[in-house]
């Protein structure tokens, strides 16, 4: 497991150059691309979403494409579209943006829902239908979504469906006050971007993507793993709990956790810590709830303290 360990330390390292005092942060989109997932960054504006995304495509050598989600995007200028050639007299495919390896969906819910749902396929079968024909994406394929909490004039929502895609929701935040002084201090002459250079490779991505699913998952994790889940799905405070693409999240992702920590095997401490990441934007509060204005995280705490982790004793 030290290959796939030391590949995700590198680029690990690179990132943290550019986003300082983000390590956590940057350790859950490690996971991410380890699990061959996708993310959706949900934070203020400003506070790094976009820089995460190209220092993460420029460390790994991916080809990257940024696509600015207005109200007057089409899903044509997302996919791409055929266009009539007279010369051959024959439609040709001109690919969109999404033919890249990492993709930036900035401000994904200042979109239309049929310009939104354009991902849908790309990010669940990794190919795409234009015209009746489907071609394929390259590897390794990673979509990056931005939305600004705050503001809600003119967005639209994204719905379940689409939600469920994302292998995880993070939140970057505020630097600390020594943080925010040392980002000063580095960007005084040039942006640390500008300095940082490839480390990894593709190969050796589709390598760790091997070894995350060779990492060993015992029984007892499988079933702590389902209980967690399945609590959501009858918690009074919810409407609509995880699915069953929420439990296989939360199990790749614990591979893969377990793999960045330099283990072949998971634990219990894997999984715990990415429960919210990855199921929080999956569980949806029903109205009640809502009203007193109970969070997701707070009801996936709640499921944690209650739920019997495997290798304890239960309480007589």
Known sequence: MTDGKATLQLVLSNVSRVLMGKRREIELAMVALASQGHILIEDVPGVGKTMLAKTLAKSIGCSFRRIQFTPDLLPSDVTGVS????KTE????????????????????????????????????????????????????MVMATQNPIEYEGTFPLPEAQLDRFLMRIRLGYPAREDEVAILDSQALTHPIEQIEQVVDAGDLQAVHRQVREVRVDDTIRQYIVDVVAA???????????????????????????????????IPDDVKPLVEPVLGHRVIMNPAARVRNVQSGTILEEILHTVTVPGTRVPA
């Open 232 to 266: 959501t799905r009858v918690h009074p405070d919810v409407y609509l709990g995880a699915s069953p693409r929420g439990s296989l999240g939360l199990y790749r992702t614990a591979q893969a956790s377990a793999l960045l920590k330099g283990r072949d095997y998971v």
């Open 83 to 86: 266009i009539y050639n007279q």
């Open 90 to 141: 024959e439609f040709e495919f001109r690919p969109g943006p999404v033919m890249a390896q990492i993709i930036l969906a900035d401000e994904i819910n200042r979109a239309t829902p049929k310009t939104q749902s354009s991902l849908l396929e790309s990010m669940e079968e990794h190919q795409l239908t234009v015209d009746g024909v489907t071609y394929p994406l390259p590897s390794p394929f």
